[in-house]
């Protein structure tokens, strides 16, 4: 039956909208960092990026699939993978400019605290609930804060807060070992420049779902893959374009005749997003019970715990990466030829037996459990790492006090 599902879901990501974040590699970029900066293991990482994947999973997938395909969504009710509520508000975690409400700078700054605090709760929270047992509560504390991450990451992606020149502001852009450079996360500059309506600049981001002939949608604006190339969903046809004429601003500006201007601009935006998620942990561990509740899952060792669950986790991660490419969103629909390696691999369910590929870290650990598993059994698996959502309300609890149910931003804390 989930066999079924994920071939349904597969084919709902084919023509889903476009309300991605950062395609699936750069997520995933940006969470690799953020376990090697805290010390998580591989097992806690991959559980993170399945909570990372969530918004993107239950979000515009779910909600094509809702739309268009009446009968697979009752299997996927069948199955606990459809939720309504879960649909509603995974929406509001993406930074997208939903029926343009966001338009100042401290409702963005509501959206950041606001999600903050909550993210902060619920892992304090977890804790305290006697009636978890230990796996369950450790799996909530990885996915939630993954999903947190996603929506932190998602603001560099979805806006134009690296088109901004910072040199010429009080908060500099920050020089990296590498030789790039990064803007300043929201809460670095935040804390210098104080209140966020008095900012020389008003943050914009893509307007969500797109409006033919409106500038700053949610097509013009992302960062969300290295070529800045997309489907113009508000155009008839919905033809791939180069949005580089959108990204001609900031410190680095993209040049649409310009491969390595535009990687270079993108990179910026992945950059900020990695230094604004681990920053996001930290300040997340400034609240005692929530960094209690990371501590205690950041080091699981799930390979001896459960030969299930690392069974599941295997499959999950398989299950993401193929949707992912299938949807033409792990780095594109048209990505380089050193990332289309890996979609390829994935898709026909094979590694290079020579063991020469040039994939290496986590990327190489997913494909290679695929081609243990096969991707048809990898498809069988049910598991606890998706029908936790629902389950737990995970998604809606973190969008609450940012969206309501009618589909609408809520800029209050009650």
């Known amino acids: 039956m989930f066999r079924k599902i994920l071939a349904i879901v597969s084919l709902a990501a084919l023509l889903s909208s476009p309300a991605f974040g950062f395609d699936t590699l750069w997520h995933a970029d940006a969470n690799q960092k953020v376990a090697d900066a805290f010390g998580f293991n591989s097992y806690a990482r991959d559980i993170m990026q399945l909570g990372n994947f969530a918004p993107d999973f ?10 268009h395909l009446p009968k697979p969504l009752e299997i996927m009710n069948q199955e606990g993978l459809n939720n309504l509520q879960v649909r509603q508000f995974a929406i509001f975690l993406h930074f997208d400019n939903l029926n343009s409400e966001l338009d100042s700078n401290s409702k963005f ?11 902060q709760s619920l892992l304090a929270n977890y804790n305290k609930q006697h009636d978890l047992d230990e796996r369950t509560r450790k799996i909530l504390v990885l996915v939630t804060l993954g999903a947190s991450l996603h ?18 502001t009080a908060v500099k852009m920050v020089r990296l070992p590498s030789g790039d450079y990064r803007a300043p996360t929201w809460f670095e500059f935040r804390d210098k420049a104080h209140d966020p309506d008095k900012w020389p600049f008003q943050v914009k981001t893509g307007i969500y779902p797109p409006v033919p002939g409106v500038l700053n949608t949610h097509t013009h604006m992302n960062h969300d893959n290295s070529r800045l190339i997309y489907k113009e969903y508000e155009e008839p046809g919905q033809p791939l374009q180069s949005q580089a004429p959108y990204h001609s601003l900031g410190p680095v500006p993209a040049s649409e005749q310009n491969a390595g201007a535009i990687l270079k601009h ?26 209690s509740a990371i501590d205690s899952a950041k080091n699981w060792d799930l390979g001896k715990d459960s ?21 033409g969103r792990w780095d594109g629909e048209n990505p380089p030829l050193d990332k289309d390696a890996a979609c390829r691999s994935v898709l026909a369910s094979r590694i290079d037996p020579t063991g020469k590929g040039s994939l290496s870290g986590w990327k190489a ?50």
């Not at 030969?307 to 949807?327: F, N, P």
């Open 58 to 67: 239950f979000g515009p997938v779910a909600e094509y699939a809702a739309g």
């Open 365 to 414: 650990k997913v494909v290679a459990a695929i081609a243990g598993l096969g991707l048809p059994v990898a498809l069988n698996y049910t598991g606890r790492f998706w029908s936790i959502y629902g389950q737990y309300s995970i998604l809606d609890q973190l969008a609450s006090g940012i969206g309501s149910n009618a589909g609408h931003y809520t800029f209050s804390n009650k």
């Open 266 to 291: 993108q990179q910026l935006a992945v950059n900020s997003a990695i230094a604004a998620s681990i920053e996001w942990v930290k300040k997340v561990e400034e609240n005692g019970g929530a960094k």
């Open 307 to 327: 030969s299930k669950l690392t069974k599941e986790l295997e499959a999950g991660m398989a299950v993401e990466m193929a949707l992912s490419c299938a949807a």
């Open 109 to 119: 700054d509501h959206i950041f605290n606001q999600l903050l605090h909550t993210t």
């Open 151 to 168: 929506v932190v990451q998602d603001f560099y992606s979805h806006s134009d807060w690296i088109h901004n020149d910072f040199d010429k």
